[in-house]
């Protein structure tokens, strides 16, 4: 979908004519420095932080990560291009424009901002894509998503070639004293830009709305499905900036005034791709918040938990109960043995608290990978555990573990 487009008004629509004096000389050009540096920055920020929570707590750079990377480096090379548009005059009536020259450069400038938003753009939705990818729960989404990806490949790819075959030869954009120069008319490229904007809302829709099928049958607490849906869906926000771009889209042309009617376009579109930079970045912060909101809890109580155990009698470390013979924690790990059911291995997720006050810094364990044989276990010590398996296990005493009975359950939470 093409931004603000650029060539002038063909000859054959009839345009009021200005000279200096007869309208304000209104200049909206630090309107869109201020507020497309102000978006852009905010997505940088998020991206950044983005990537820091992925090397941090993950450990791992993946696709989706490396296409919002592009997206970004090409949103912030279109800002680049935006500053110069400005000084060239974008945002300014034609007519107080100094000198021809000028003109010629702010609209080549224009022009070239174009391409970069339909790539930027693309780039945010298939990252968006590949994260979705990661959590799909089913071949039939895996196949949405897919084939969202391509028709949005395909129909950038669509809008580029649009772009750059709007005038014959490409300089006659933006150098109208080119003789024999042609364009095509301002109604095609509204009604082009009408067709590719149909399409990316259509999409941007799609990818919005999907994480809500795809988690209905996960096996979640419902406030955790609800909440990860709601960040996963923050990507509306990105059909609402598109729309309101649409409406401006729909004046462009109509007063032969280029540089003055790409103003709104240019601050909507730069809107639209930083909205959807950051609404598809933050769902991957989540287990900074998740961290931060831990900290924060166990610096008020004094204790962390997600299952807590009945006080029971000191217990040595090692208690059969049963014929079950128990090991209880040692070193940051777990091993258990029983006669009755076959070892098996699953990776746990573990914050012990040795005390009923005990600060952040005095966990015995915190977020190690352990080795569960079984669940016949006697707690040693005071207070809490936090368990969290990745694996799909069936507990045969529930009451001493909390056991996740669904792997995609564990890695929505903990991917998101």
């Known amino acids: 979908m093409a931004n603000s487009t650029t060539q002038a008004p063909p000859s054959s629509l009839s345009y009021t004519t200005y000279i200096p004096g007869q309208r304000p000389d209104d200049n909206r050009g630090p309107e869109i420095l201020a507020t497309c540096g ?27 990560d490396y296409f919002m990377m592009a997206a970004m480096a090409v949103l912030f ?24 020259d000028m003109l010629m450069s702010g609209l080549h400038l224009n022009f070239a901002t174009q391409p970069t938003c339909v790539i930027a753009l693309a780039l945010a939705k298939i990252s968006v894509g590949f994260f979705l990818l990661r959590i799909s729960p089913s071949k039939f989404f895996t196949r949405v998503i897919c084939g969202l990806m391509i028709v949005t490949a395909l129909a950038s790819i669509a809008a580029v070639l649009n772009i750059i075959l709007q005038c014959r030869p490409l300089e006659f954009v933006w150098n109208k004293a080119l003789p024999g120069g042609e364009c095509l008319s301002v109604q095609d490229l509204v009604f082009s ?21 795809m988690l209905w049958r996960v096996q979640m607490n419902r406030r955790v499905k609800a909440s990860v849906a709601g960040i996963l869906s923050l990507g509306l926000f990105t059909v609402a900036a598109a729309f309101v771009k649409v409406y401006y ?10 540089l003055w009617e790409s103003t709104d376009i240019t601050i909507w579109y730069t809107t639209e791709i930083s909205v959807a930079i950051v609404a598809g970045s933050i769902p991957c912060l989540k287990p900074m918040f998740k961290d931060i909101l831990k900290t924060a809890s166990a610096k008020r109580s004094g204790r962390h938990s997600y299952v807590n155990f009945e006080k029971q009698p000191d217990a040595s470390n090692t208690t059969n109960t049963g014929g079950r013979q128990s090991r209880a924690v040692e070193n940051g790990s777990i091993k258990s ?28 364990g915190s977020r190690e990978e352990l080795t569960v044989a079984d669940v016949g276990m006697t707690r040693p010590y005071s207070d ?31 991917m998101v």
Not at 341 to 363: F, K, N, Q
């Open 249 to 258: 889209i729909a004046d462009w042309g109509k007063l032969g005034d280029p």
């Open 337 to 364: 043995r029983t006669g009755s059911h076959p070892p098996h291995e699953d990776h746990v997720d573990i914050e012990m608290w040795a005390g009923p006050s005990a600060p952040a810094e005095g966990a015995v």
């Open 38 to 64: 102000s978006l852009v920055g905010l997505a940088l920020f998020v991206v950044c932080l983005r990537i820091w929570v992925r090397l941090s707590y993950i450990r791992k750079i993946a696709a989706d």
């Open 77 to 100: 090379a279109m800002y680049l291009i935006i500053i110069p548009q400005v000084r060239d005059g974008a945002g300014r009536h034609i007519e107080y424009i100094p000198s021809q």
């Open 193 to 213: 830009s009408y067709f590719n904007s149909a399409i990316s809302i259509l999409t941007d829709m799609i990818l919005a709305l999907l994480p809500v099928p």
């Open 384 to 414: 809490s555990f936090v368990l969290e398996t990745s694996r799909n296990t069936k507990a045969p005493q529930a009451d001493a573990y909390a056991v996740v009975d669904k792997t995609r359950r564990n890695s929505i939470e903990d």
